[in-house]
């Protein structure tokens, strides 16, 4: 069990990309906001941070050794065209493991876990009648502190299975021209959208970008081509030359990391360090919110709420000299999205209504599989 303690949420052959030596990284702390040099294999790891089975650890490094040639086939060849089919559904997998994995993400589906049970299962704990009778208080209810470990590894079993839901974004390579390196941070898969109005940032939103820096000089662009006009220059690759691209690329790495952000030199220190400086006070703490979205009244007058939880988008925006916005496509979004709004009814705005259908679909297909083999309730 000891060899598997020292659990790594980001994976070591990745950071290796940001690194001088191949054994260590410069970092910027937040915490102390100080920077210091620290070895790759000590970066971005708990003691069973996944939790004590073996298997999880042992799967990741299985995946890890196939994601791992692939990216570095990506970063030598300097183009997309170079991955075969299996080689970019690998691609994606890294995409979506990646942002569900993180100590960011295990925070935030605590976060929602709190949510959840201080707003449903305590209330629903109050008003039981078996409770009052056997003594329990309100005043112990409240002090009960309800976790589910699983909800984080569940995550990322549904990013393990849902590269279809990404698959439709026209897949870009950012190469670095300019005077700035890019950067990385212990969240290192970004999820932004010019679409503000929509507040949404799933795998599936119209207008989605996922941005993720594979070394210094290059960056995997995934990006809804339906909403946006890119300026590309061969093939799939997009070529940076202006400061103030790489700039606003960078400060998106402030915005889920929790500790560190890395970089390529310590030449890179200062500005890194003034890169925060300059959005701090627009880097909050992202909050968990819920809301009733619709109300319902069955034949017996017995009411039921459907709730949505989602975190709050940050209220920094990002435009691109490289990236605008296809403003045709977006009007007739946008006045989709009112005409659904205008109504009762429940309604997720999709890229593909289709993708997402057979997604979900098949994703049942196998939760309901692995309940049925491992006798689970």
Do not use: W
Not at 58 to 72: C, D, F, G, W, Y
Not at 162 to 183: A, T, V
């Amino acid at each position: 069990m000891s060899e598997n303690k020292k659990q790594h949420y980001i994976p070591r052959h990745y950071l290796k990309g940001f690194s001088q030596d191949g054994e260590s990284l410069y970092c910027y702390h937040l915490d102390d906001k100080k920077s210091f040099q620290k070895g790759i294999g000590n970066l971005c790891q708990e003691s069973y941070f996944y939790g004590k089975d073996p298997e999880i650890e042992k799967s990741l490094n299985e995946i890890e050794n196939k994601q791992a040639p692939i990216i570095r086939k990506l970063i030598e060849s300097q183009s997309i065209e170079t991955l075969n089919s299996e080689e970019f559904d690998f691609l994606l997998i890294f995409i979506l493991l990646q942002y569900t994995r993180t100590k960011y993400a295990k925070k935030m589906a605590n976060k929602f876990t709190e949510i959840y049970v201080s707003e449903f299962i305590k209330p629903l704990m109050k008003s039981s009648n078996e409770l009052k009778e056997k003594g329990i208080t309100d005043e112990f209810i409240n002090s009960l502190k309800i976790t589910d470990p699983r909800l984080h590894t569940s995550g990322m079993l549904s990013a393990l299975l849902g590269k279809e839901l990404i698959s439709d974004l026209k897949p870009f390579l950012i190469i670095n021209k300019s005077n700035k390196d890019f950067i990385s941070s212990d969240a290192p898969i970004v999820l932004h959208n010019y679409l503000k109005y929509l507040h949404a940032y799933a795998f599936a939103s119209p207008g989605l970008q996922i941005f993720c820096p594979l070394n210094k000089d290059t960056m995997l662009l995934l990006i809804d081509t339906n909403l946006y006009n890119l300026k590309i220059n061969t093939g799939s690759n997009i070529y940076l030359d202006d400061d103030s691209d790489v700039d606003s690329i960078n400060k998106l790495q402030f915005f889920q990391f929790l500790h560190h952000v890395f970089y390529f030199d310590n030449t890179t220190e200062n500005y890194v360090s003034d890169l925060y400086h300059e959005i701090e006070e627009l880097i909050k703490e992202k909050e968990v919110i819920t809301k009733i979205i619709q109300t319902i009244r069955n034949k017996d007058e017995i009411y039921s709420e459907i709730v949505e939880t989602s975190t709050m988008s940050s209220n920094y925006r990002l435009n691109f000299t490289f990236i605008k916005l296809n403003h045709a496509n977006n009007r007739l979004l946008k006045n989709k999205y009112k005409k659904l709004s205008l109504t009762s009814k429940v309604f997720d705005l999709c890229r593909n209504d289709e993708i997402v259908a057979r997604h979900e679909t098949n994703y049942r297909k196998i939760l309901e599989s692995y309940i049925l083999n491992h006798n689970l309730p």
